[in-house]
């Protein structure tokens, strides 16, 4: 299951508000309110999962 770039809650792909492409990657937001969060600074929700996945 995948998740939203900024609230970290499961989303299905399919079902999605929006799949963001930045830097060759697919980012899912859940709602518009995500969207609008990670529009603001996508550095920052970008920076947070890649620390995630260097920590597995």
């Not at 299951?1 to 990657?25: D, F, S, W, Y």
């Amino acid at each position: 299951m995948n998740r939203c770039i900024t609230c970290q809650k499961p989303v299905n792909r399919n079902k999605a508000h929006m799949i963001i492409e930045l830097k060759g990657k697919l980012y899912l937001a859940c709602c518009p309110m995500c969207q609008s969060e990670f529009e603001k600074n996508p550095e920052k929700y970008i920076r947070r999962i890649e620390d995630k996945h260097s920590k597995r």
